[in-house]
């Protein structure tokens, strides 16, 4: 079957880029499928950076909803010094490397934000207190730099969280400091053995990165075992698309949407971007029933 199935997003299908309380949202998981329901979405998929934490919640939260989700995590890697975010989906939650990976990734991350804050305490009034006052779920939390933002938000120095990402949490301040991170080929590799799917997101968004990943860069992952392409995200711009599109048609790839929803944290509304039910039944095909440990 051909995964190219639109040359534009679909207008009903599934939402499968949301975050959650468990990372750098600030709804709940029960919030997250209650608006999808509201919204007439065919399901929702909760993929919260480099944890499960949320996925309990969520599942209890659409089973009394009577909503299809789908569980995944959104993992922070890296390709020869691009930042990549890779979307995975139906793996085994209890898979020791990808447990392991999760739990490296996550004190990596606790202790570039407190190295983050320890230069921004010295030009802005917040400390480590007023970022961990950010956190919703304590230690369940993957803390990055949108708790940065909030707490700046919190002091009266920004009006939102995207304000602060502009300056002082941008990756090109002088505050910056990039996130250790596992490379995208251990990605492929851990999500494979934990016997999910891999789908590498917002690709083409040249606001992420100075230097996008390569079409040679693509080939090797592909070359590994990636199953798709989210083709549908605000951050890609048409002649992105296109190129992802054209990659993902060469190569018999999943072409995903999504909103990158982050609840008030983010601009981006939920079901702006979609995932028609032909692509997500092949996601739930070729994966794990990881709900099962729920």
Known sequence: MSHVRYAAPPAQGWDIHCHTVFSDGTETPGTLVEQARLLGLHGVAIADHDTTAGWREARAAARKAGLPLLLGTEITAVDDDVSVHMLAFRYDPANTRISDMFAGTRAARLRRTKRMVERLTEDYPITWGDVLAQVKEGERTTIGRPHIADALVAAGVYRTRSDAFADAVSAASKYYIPTPSPSTHEVIAAVKDAGGVVVVAHAGDPRRNRRLLSDAQLNALIDD??????????????????????????????????????????????????????????????????????
């Open 225 to 294: 075992g990636l199953d798709g392409l989210e083709v549908w995200h605000r951050g890609n711009p048409p002649e992105q698309r296109e190129r992802l599109l054209a990659i993902a048609s060469r190569h018999d790839l999943l072409v995903t949407g999504g909103s990158d929803w982050h609840g008030k944290g983010k601009p981006n509304a939920l079901g702006e971007n979609l995932t028609d039910d032909d692509t997500v039944r092949e996601i739930m095909r070729r994966g794990v029933d990881s709900g099962s440990r729920f």
